[in-house]
């Protein structure tokens, strides 16, 4: 449209006046999205080398935070875990005072069958003679003949166990 208006003036110098206003118009456009341009570079691209190293400082902070917030939470829940598994398991060891033990060394087996009856009249719950490791099978057989519930028979050491039921 202002080119119509310059055809229909040919006086040079309203033609020379409207390219100027033109010109500047363009130009004042031009300067305007270079100082944009330039506004952007500034925010994002620090202006010296102390800033741009504060800002990588913040941003590895920043960084180091919410880490920090992501392993304490990770580790709450490992807590709360061992918590629950912990509060889960039965008490597996029996307290000593539920266990009637009896220790004879000698293979006699009337001296076995004596210390058999004095567990079974003990009344707690788990009862264990411990006997030489020849003595085992022998004890045994007597044990099945008089026990009353479970028994264990190990050898003195505790590294060996029969069974009567």
């Not at 449209?1 to 110098?13: E, L, Q």
């Not at 400082?57 to 918590?83: D, F, L, N």
């Not at 000698?106 to 001296?111: I, R, T, V, W």
């Not at 057989?141 to 519930?149: F, L, S």
Request: aromatic residues 2%; hydrophobic residues 40%.
């Amino acid at each position: 449209m202002a080119t119509v208006k310059a055809k229909a003036n040919p006086k040079k110098g309203v033609l020379a006046k409207f390219k100027s206003k033109a010109a500047k118009g363009k130009a004042t456009t031009a300067k305007a999205t270079a100082s944009k341009a330039k506004t952007t570079k500034a925010k994002t691209a620090p202006k010296s080398k102390a800033a741009a190293k504060a800002k990588t400082v913040k941003a590895k902070v920043a960084k180091a935070k919410a880490m920090k917030a992501k392993t304490t939470k990770a580790k709450v829940v490992k807590a709360k875990a061992k918590v629950v598994k912990a509060a889960a398991k039965p008490k597996a060891v029996a307290k000593p005072k539920d266990i009637a033990t009896e220790i004879e060394k000698s293979g006699n087996p009337a001296m076995l069958r004596a210390a058999i009856k004095r567990l079974n009249a003990s009344g707690k719950p788990r009862k264990e003679l411990l006997v030489p490791g020849i003595d085992m099978d022998r004890a045994k057989k007597i044990a099945k003949e008089i026990v009353k519930g479970k028994m264990t028979i190990q050898n003195l050491g505790r590294t060996q166990r029969k069974f009567v039921r």
